[in-house]
C-alpha cells in the first residue's frame, strides 16, 4: 500500500522568501509522483510530476521538485514567494501500473504575508 | 477543448434523499476517478472507472454509494439515503490512458447534507 506524508498543515512566509512544503512517501513500487495546487472553492491542477529520468522537476508558477529515492521525499520548492501562491497544495502518488489512481497526502496550506 | 465539467457545483439535500453528481470529461478521455474531500482533510480516492466498466472501486463505501459511466453522457457518483457525515467535496478526474499521463480534475461538487 502506498501513503504520503506531508509535514506541516499550515505553512506561513513572507512574499520574496522561499517556499519549502514538504512530501514524504511509501510505496512499494517505483513510485509515480505529483503535486497539485487548489485554489478556494476549485479543482485541483498540476503544478509538476515526477515518473522516470531527472529527479528534479520544474513545473508550472515557478515551483520545483525534488525526487529522493534515498529519502522518499518529494519536496516542493520556490524560490520567492509570491502572494498569488498563497493555496492548499497537495502531493499525491501512484503506482505507475494502476493508473491515475492517486493517492493524496493531507495538504499543505500556504500563507504567504506581505 | 473544455475542461472536466462537473454539476451541480453546490448540491444540497435533506437526510434519507438521494444525491446524484455527474462527470463529463474532457473530450477523448475514457478513463473517470472519483475522489472525495472532507473538510480540512486530503483527497481520498474513491472508483475508478472506463466506459461501462468498474475498474477498481477499493475506496467506495460498501453501502448507499454506486457510480457509473456509461456508453453515452457522463460519469454518474449516487449516493442513496444521504447522512450528515456525506457532506463534503466530490471531485471528478478524466485521464486518456492509464499510465504516465495526467488526470485533469473538474471543479467539485460540493454536497451539504442538512
Known amino acids: 500500500a502506498q501513503s504520503v506524508t506531508q509535514l506541516g498543515s499550515h505553512v506561513s512566509v513572507s512574499e520574496g522568501a522561499l517556499v519549502l512544503l514538504r512530501c514524504n512517501y511509501s510505496s512499494s513500487v517505483p513510485p509515480y509522483l505529483f503535486w497539485y495546487v487548489q485554489y478556494p472553492n476549485q479543482g485541483l491542477q498540476l503544478l509538476l510530476k515526477?515518473?522516470?529520468?531527472?529527479?528534479l522537476v520544474k513545473g508550472i508558477n515557478g515551483f520545483e521538485a525534488e525526487f529522493k529515492k534515498s529519502e522518499t521525499s518529494f519536496h516542493l520548492t520556490k524560490p520567492s514567494a509570491h502572494m498569488s501562491d498563497a493555496a492548499e497544495y497537495f502531493c499525491?502518488?501512484?503506482?505507475?501500473?494502476?493508473?491515475?489512481?492517486?493517492?493524496f497526502g493531507g495538504g499543505t496550506r500556504l500563507m504567504v504575508k506581505p | 477543448n473544455a475542461g472536466v465539467m462537473q454539476n451541480p457545483r453546490h448540491l444540497v439535500r435533506r437526510r434519507g434523499q438521494e444525491a446524484r453528481l455527474r462527470c463529463s470529461p474532457m473530450k477523448g478521455h475514457s478513463h473517470v476517478y472519483w475522489y472525495r474531500q472532507l473538510p480540512e482533510e486530503g483527497l481520498k480516492f474513491m472508483v475508478y472507472?472506463?466506459?461501462?466498466?468498474?475498474?477498481?472501486e477499493s475506496g467506495m463505501p460498501k453501502e448507499r454509494f454506486s457510480a457509473e459511466f456509461p456508453k453515452e453522457g457522463p460519469s454518474i457518483l449516487r449516493i442513496q439515503q444521504v447522512v450528515r457525515g456525506d457532506s463534503a467535496a466530490y471531485f471528478c478526474a478524466s485521464s486518456p490512458r492509464t499510465e504516465n499521463t495526467e488526470a485533469f480534475f473538474g471543479q467539485g461538487t460540493r454536497l451539504t447534507v442538512v
Open positions: 515526477y515518473t522516470t529520468g531527472a529527479t
Open positions: 472507472l472506463q466506459k461501462e466498466n468498474i475498474i477498481d
Open positions: 499525491a502518488v501512484s503506482e505507475g501500473n494502476a493508473g491515475n489512481m492517486l493517492t
